[in-house]
């Protein structure tokens, strides 16, 4: 991760906010793209704090062991041992630089990716965390009412065209990397869900938007192959984010109560942890991955 640049859509909360801490522990250089309504202005101004807080402290999730010294803006952090690295380092850690952008306008992402030429001259990484879930039943018998359309069409939108919109930038970027030794220029990790395997009742736009991320992962590994960008999708189970976090405490240890083993709630770094694993492993290319602790959904 050392010295790399990542970009990370929907990095100001949950999952993306995860992949950019511990991105950023790493020594990698983070860029945040997210709404303007999202906290991204928020979390650059306060990045020391938050990068060295836990995993998850603002969800009371137990301490990670971090130790850092901080200064303001770019400090020393001392890494603990963690999942995929065998020593401690000392690494140069950085403020990520916040885009405030819609993934859907194409506008603001060429702006954006305009800006990341100046200021980054190079992109390495792109995690496409950026997406939203509606519950909404097909038809209600009761009520005689449908699905409204328009919010059916707003969560492929942002989810399937928001990915791929950005997705077609950062290539365009990254073919402009020298490859290394290998031959690769960049990676890229898109998010799914199991709801693309395991719909529920009431998940049927949302479902339909994480199949389509599912489905899309091996044909942009087998475009993106000749200049060498892999892709590959994580389709995590119920994790415990902002998303989540708005149910009822009693809610949320039934849920996790549901998954086999581990029986808890996924923590937002499982996933920015698997996400470091795809990018540091040159082999994995074109797959998708569930994160789920075994869990199957019911209807
Ligand atoms: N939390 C879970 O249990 C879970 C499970 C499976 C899949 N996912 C998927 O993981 C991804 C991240 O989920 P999360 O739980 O971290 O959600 P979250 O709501 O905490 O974070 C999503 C972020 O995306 C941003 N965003 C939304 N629309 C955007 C747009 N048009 N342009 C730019 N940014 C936009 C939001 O502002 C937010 O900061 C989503 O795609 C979600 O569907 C989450």
Sequence with gaps: MNGLTALITGGAAGLGLAC?????????????CDLPSSKGSDIVDKWPSIVSSSVNTELNEPENQVTSRLNDDKSTVKIPLSNNSTTDQN???ETPTFFPADVTSDEQIHAMFNEIIQQHKRLDVVVNCAGIGI????YNINKHTMHNFDEFKRVLDINVSGT?????WACHMMSENQPNAQGQRGVIINTSSIAAYDGQIGQVAYAASKGAVVSMT?????????MGVRVCTIAPGLFHTPMLAALPEKVRV????MVPFPRRLGRSDDFASLAQMIIENPYLNGEVIRLDGALRMPP
């Design 20 to 32: 950019a801490k511990r991105f950023a522990r790493h020594g990698a250089r983070v860029i945040i």
């Design 91 to 93: 690494i140069k850690l």
């Design 135 to 138: 519950a909404r039943r097909t």
């Design 164 to 168: 791929f919109n950005v997705i077609r």
């Design 218 to 226: 091996l044909p942009l590994a087998r475009d993106l192959s000749s």
């Design 254 to 257: 039934l849920l996790g109560n």
